[in-house]
């Protein structure tokens, strides 16, 4: 099984955004930390970070075929990409939404999600620990439905 862990925007600057949203962490100490998972959990797993939304819409669409899940923190794009949520629909590959901080307890324009909607799930406001959550959350429910096909 392969897992593709997905970052939008300015998530390759945690660490120096403001902590009291997004914590301390970095990018990099984030993946290492779910790399570490993925072993336990004996997947595969890719990461993934771009500012561009074409970027992700594409990574998306080659991720068709050889992806059996996505984590994603579409970032500032959850709010704003039609073409990102597109994409996540047309792809078909299930997706579980992360974000740091808790998306509905900020801003207004932050409470609306374009591509909540085409993911199974959604982790807010658990820092870190989200895209961990996410990730075995993925994993136990793809493997409930490959064990359920067997059968
Ligand atoms: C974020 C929340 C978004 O509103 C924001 O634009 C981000 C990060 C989060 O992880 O809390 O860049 O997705």
């Known amino acids: 099984m392969k897992i593709l862990v997905m970052n939008g925007p300015n998530m390759q600057l945690l660490g120096r955004r403001k902590a009291e949203f997004y914590g301390v962490k970095t990018l990099p100490e984030i993946e290492q930390s779910l790399q570490k998972t993925a072993e336990e959990l004996q997947i595969e797993i890719e990461f993934y970070q771009s500012n561009h939304e074409g970027c992700l819409c594409d990574k998306v669409a080659e991720s068709i075929g050889h992806i059996d ?83």
């Open 69 to 151: 899940g996505i984590v994603i923190n579409p970032a500032a794009y959850t709010h704003t990409s039609v073409a990102l949520r597109d994409a996540l629909e047309a792809a078909r590959i299930p997706a579980v939404e992360v974000h740091l901080s808790n998306i509905n307890a900020r801003d207004e324009f932050r409470k609306i999600s374009l591509t909540a909607p085409v993911c199974i799930g959604q982790i807010a406001g658990l820092g870190a620990d989200g895209y961990e959550w996410a990730l075995r959350a993925l994993v136990r429910k793809l493997q409930t439905e490959q064990s359920g096909k067997e059968q």
